[in-house]
């Protein structure tokens, strides 16, 4: 779950420092570039409402490998884009990885540790969003002036699916709530 969002959160910011050399090669502003950025926010916002009842039943191992798999695609189809919408279809791709991520992370950790470690886990995962954001930028704009903009979300994409992925645990299927006991909380 680290590692997962760790990636995610890095893909999610490389654009921020390279947005001049993105500009440039795709004829755009700098603007538009910059709406790499928020199209992510707009598809995680849509894809963490509607994932829990389009998911319904599946394997939530299932689905974090899926969502594994489109943060591959994402970057990949970042890094080939020959023009702004392919760009900006790659970072809608990455929206949904980041939207059904967050959305299923804490359910999934409750799954993965006994009760007492799941502060402790919650933690870990969460550490990975600082990590990502103070390391990624600097990293990204440094090996985008050395390797050219494109490179950087080849080396993401690299980095997205090592030897680990067969390494995620069977989960157990998870209880069904009804809507009435979340209510029951909130209120």
Request: aromatic share 8%; hydrophobic share 45%.
């Given at each position: 779950m680290f590692v997962g969002v760790t990636s995610l959160v890095a893909a999610e910011f490389i654009p921020i420092s390279l947005l001049t050399p993105i500009a440039r090669d795709l004829a755009i502003t700098e603007g538009m570039a910059g709406q790499t950025v928020t199209v992510v926010g707009i598809f995680a916002v849509l894809t963490s409402l509607l994932l829990?009842?389009?998911?319904?039943?599946?394997?939530?191992?299932?689905?974090?490998?899926?969502?594994?798999?489109?943060?591959?695609?994402?970057?990949l189809l970042v890094a080939v884009a020959p023009n702004y919408p392919m760009l900006m279809v790659g970072r809608g791709l990455l929206g949904i990885c980041v939207g059904g991520f967050w959305s299923m992370s804490a359910a999934v950790t409750l799954q993965l540790v006994p009760i007492n470690y799941v502060p402790r886990a919650l933690s870990i995962i969460y550490a990975g969003v600082a990590g990502a954001t103070i390391i990624s930028l600097p990293v990204a704009s440094y090996l985008g002036h050395l390797l050219g903009w494109r490179n950087v979300f080849y080396i993401s994409a690299g980095a997205i699916m090592p030897p680990w992925s067969d390494r995620i645990p069977r989960l157990r299927r998870s209880e069904s709530v009804p809507a009435k006991a979340f209510h029951s909380i909130c209120w």
């Open positions: 829990a009842p389009l998911t319904k039943g599946v394997n939530r191992r299932y689905i974090l490998l899926t969502f594994s798999s489109m943060l591959l695609v994402s970057n």
